[in-house]
């Protein structure tokens, strides 16, 4: 393996990446690195370079695309003897997926998007252990169907945490496990749906949700927000029965609903005989305050469902979502044809999350995430704070995974998010969470950093400043 060594202009608007890979490539032909040489690993060059692993991933990503490199399974990356080898069969196909990827645009270096995960602080090793554990202990079992509600091991662990960490009362059968949360609504759906035709949803709110209510024939109703979330008298008015709420972190704006207007929410149902849909998303990360209970916990009279799921503390492509159904909707599950529709979670990554639960892995995780979620969101702040001061406004700092930030510079959403790409920056709009698009803040733009690192961060800040704040 070779040490490689060289100097990156970090004042250049050439990306980080696109110079590593400048500099690999010429080496390869002018022949100062040979065929079959093996290319550091990401992990170890980017402490070297003191660059992000990002970094070094998409440079060798672009090495290996065009065919100067090669990976061999466990053990790297090598040169290629570009003299003898040629192009394997299925390079067109690889070349044609990477033209589609963010190398295809090679401005966008610090991609804000809310939904990316840390991935890098994933527990590889324990969960391949614990999946291995698995298939050892239920390698028959794991061939069927399984249990159309979710794997029992599964739930019970899920009760215990969610009774101990968000005061939730239920039992396992209470529990439903599905591949996302949009699938569990879908179910949802159509348990409520008899006679029902209209449904409420906080406005700006998740137009995911939206979509959802909206393709299984429901009138949504959208209600506006107040400071401290929902606004309760604009939900009476609507007579619907039926509110979708985000009380944890409200979505997209972060205000967390207090204790009081839960209160209110929770008699609100009690008065239409209604149903509250609790999205408890983020809740794993509050970083202001004491937690506040669940809606669920509060409720006595068995009128909130409850909705978690694991893709923001886990990762997304596991597909791991749960639903905690009243007693009344449990019932009219058992009657209708449900127990028909097969499980749509692999069994495998249900007992391989069981195992993880149960051994406590899941917590120790949780309290790492905080704290790295923690120090992202704080340097993200910090560095805006920094750059920007007052010509710029922070909302939803409190919690989660993700801000809002109004900008005072003349610029409506469109013109934010095209100088910021011009400087190599992807921030995101924000007028699809509301119903009409027309009624969002012009000036605000939707600013994820979950998947970024501290030092991206840095340097993605830096480049939103230079896109708004130093325009020719």
């Known amino acids: ?91 067109p196909v690889t070349k044609k997926k990477w033209e589609n990827s963010i190398l295809n645009n090679p401005e966008i270096r610090f991609d804000f998007r809310y939904g990316d995960v840390d991935a890098e602080h994933f527990p590889f090793a324990t969960w391949r252990k614990l999946s291995n554990q698995s298939l050892l202990q239920n390698q028959m079992k794991l061939f069927s169907y399984g249990d159309p509600l979710g794997e029992q091991g599964l739930r019970l662990e899920i009760a215990n945490y969610l009774h101990s960490s968000r005061g939730v009362n239920c039992s396992p059968d209470q529990i439903i496990i599905g591949a996302g949360i949009q699938y569990l609504l879908g179910v949802l ?94 809740s794993e990360f509050r970083y202001v305050g004491k937690p506040i209970p669940s809606l669920q916990s509060m409720d006595t009279q068995q009128r909130t469902v409850y909705l978690g799921t694991f893709s923001k503390c886990l990762l997304p492509s596991l597909r791991i979502a749960y639903m905690v159904l009243p007693r009344p909707l449990l019932e009219i599950h058992s009657k209708q044809d449900y127990r028909l529709y097969d499980q749509n979670v692999s069994q495998l990554h249900q007992h391989t999350l069981e195992l993880f639960m149960s051994n406590g892995h899941w917590e120790a995780h949780i309290r790492k995430m905080r704290k790295v979620y923690r120090q992202k969101q704080s340097t993200l702040i910090a560095m805006i704070q920094k750059l920007m001061g007052t010509q710029v406004t922070i ?78």
């Open 189 to 282: 759906s159509g348990l409520i749906g008899d006679g029902i035709q209209d449904i409420s949803m906080e406005d700006p709110g998740y137009d995911g949700v939206r979509a959802v209510f909206k393709h299984k024939g429901f009138n949504v109703h959208s209600i506006p927000l107040e400071a401290d979330g929902l606004h309760i008298q604009k939900l009476y008015e609507s007579n619907t029965r039926i509110v979708y709420v985000t009380p944890s972190h409200q979505f997209p704006y972060g205000m967390i609903m207090p204790l009081t207007k839960r209160m209110q929410l929770l008699k609100w149902a009690s008065d239409q005989d209604g149903i509250i849909i609790e999205d408890d998303y983020d």
């Open 395 to 472: 909302i939803g700092e409190d919690a989660g995974l993700h801000i809002l930030l109004r900008v005072h510079n003349g610029m409506d959403e469109h013109e934010l998010i095209s100088t910021a790409k011009m400087e190599g920056a992807q921030v995101y709009p924000i007028s699809p969470f509301w119903a009409q698009s027309a009624h969002a803040e012009p000036s605000m733009v939707q600013i994820g950093f979950g998947g970024l690192s501290i030092e991206d961060i840095t340097e993605g800040v830096y480049s939103l400043y230079r896109a708004w704040f130093e325009v020719d």
């Open 1 to 91: 393996m070779i040490d490689l060594t060289f100097l990156l202009n970090r004042e250049s608007k050439e990306p980080l990446y696109s110079q590593l890979y400048q500099y690999i490539k010429t080496n390869i032909l002018n022949g100062k690195l040979s065929a079959g040489t093996r290319l550091p690993s990401i992990r170890s060059l980017s402490s070297h370079l003191c660059i992000s692993r990002n970094t070094v991933d998409m440079a060798y990503q672009q090495l290996l695309a065009e065919g100067y490199v090669q990976s061999r399974p466990r053990s790297g990356l090598y040169i290629m003897d570009l003299k003898l080898e040629s192009l394997p069969s299925s390079q």
